[in-house]
Nanobody, 126 residues
Framework: QVQLVESGGGLVQAGGSLRLSCAAS????????MGWFRQTPGKEREFVAA????????YYADSVKGRFTISRDNAKNTVYLQMNSLKPEDTAVYYC???????????????????WGQGTQVTVSS
């Protein structure tokens, strides 16, 4: 069982930066792949970024590639999402997710994750 708590959301102007954090409970954090997803009202939750259990592999949605960076610190049971050059269309509730993933095709999939945080709001003003 893993419990996830996101933090770091807020209001920022377009072009600005934010760093989201996701703190995980449990001693098995280092064995889980981690993902970030986002959702706006009326739309499906969408993939943003993911990282393998070791941190050796990362995956990004095309819409954030080159602007967002996912990283993890297994000693701190924490995964991060550094978001730079933010755009108004990045406004959403951001969720972190965790699970053991064995196929690369599962990294960007909602169904690849059983454990989810409660979300943190990111608002980018124009």
């Amino acid at each position: 069982q893993v419990q996830l708590v996101e933090s770091g959301g807020g209001l920022v102007q377009a072009g600005g930066s934010l760093r989201l954090s996701c703190a995980a409970s449990g001693r098995t954090f280092s064995s889980y792949a981690m993902g970030w997803f986002r959702q706006t009202p009326g739309k499906e939750r969408e993939f943003v970024a993911a990282i393998s259990w070791s941190g050796g592999r990362t995956y990004y949605a095309d819409s954030v590639k080159g602007r967002f960076t996912i990283s993890r610190d297994n000693a701190k049971n924490t995964v991060y999402l550094q978001m730079n050059s933010l755009k108004p269309e990045d406004t959403a509730v951001y969720y972190c997710a965790a699970d053991r993933i064995y196929y690369y095709s599962d990294y960007p999939s909602l169904s690849g994750y059983d454990y989810w945080g409660q979300g943190t709001q990111v608002t980018v003003s124009s």
